[in-house]
């Protein structure tokens, strides 16, 4: 079925096809060519981070967050169970047992007030997702994982160019993730990137991306020849993606600022129907300067969210409701460490629903989504 308005549409920021032809004709279209250089320089210089290496997507970068911090059986990783699959597969496929935390209902973002009585003398890392591009509260994450040595690892798939108190999420950990998947702000269709923010992981983090060999060492003029030193897989993208990405990335202030646009006209036109209906929208707390990736409605119930995506479609609206628990899925149920109390997360997991929301949506379009969700009666 096609939609008059889609959930999400792919949009161009201005240079991709003229930077995908360069490709062409600089004769480099595997990974780590120039316009992979040029990412990387932007996101770093931007983030204020000490590495930033892009991937095939986040959830490659995820696998090599596990890899570097040497996750095995035995160890346990704490994270959100309302989150992407991707963030707990990571670890379970280096042998490690997931630990669910649960959700603040405000934010949705890992409830770092019951976070310290998960952490156990196996834990070995803890990975808050900066849900809907609003940052965790990580003063008190990174304190209780300073106190317990343990690594903190953001994947920041939201929320590329948040703030949390000033800082850009994603230079707390020593580790953080990113996407450029179709449906987020900043994209090249599937991509991301590991944000590398200690500088001894650098080396290889190259490695571990490059298949396990020392190559970008060979390219450096390091080594005479590259050879097998470490596990490792193919987690770089070609320059024809990076190629993509950097016209995006050279955007990022236009799409900033239409997103915000979006994201404001949501929240003004449906502020005072959700106040009288009891429906809970984005929550952006005064030390977060948000990332407007996402605009979401927790409806009062699961009947209400079914009926509404139901209505909506019949007017060729798409909305989505995202995730199913994580802790009561049949690999959470069995890779968790020990049993998982997630109350919040069951509870705002049957009522989220997500509203269009992509770069070129118009005012028009949007006045349209809004004409039909505070028409819709149950
Ligand atoms: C929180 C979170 N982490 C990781 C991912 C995986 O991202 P990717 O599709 O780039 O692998 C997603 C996907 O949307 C996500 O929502």
Redesign the pocket.
Known sequence: MTYAIPFNRPCLAGNEYKYIAEVIANGHASGDGPFTKRCHELLERELGSCGVLLTT????A?EMAAILLDCGPGDEVILPSF??V??ANAFVLRGARIVFSDVRPDTLNMDEARLEALVTPHTKAIVP?HYAGVACEMDAICAIAQRHGVAVVE?N??ALFARYKGKHTGTFGCLA?Q???E?KNVTCG???ALVVNRPELLERALVVREKGTNRSQFFRGQVDKYSWVDVGSSYLPSDLLAAFLFAQLEGRHQIQKKRQRIWEYYRDHLQGWATARGVHLPCVPPECEQAFHMFYLVLPSLEYRQGLIAHLKTQGILSVFHYVPLHTSDMGLRWAARRSECPVTEDVSSRLLRLPFYNDLTEAEQARVVAEVTAFRR
Do not use: K
């Open positions: 997507s986040c959830t490659h995820l989150t992407f991707s963030t997702v994947d798939a939201h993730t996407s450029f998947h449906t599937e991509g991301g």
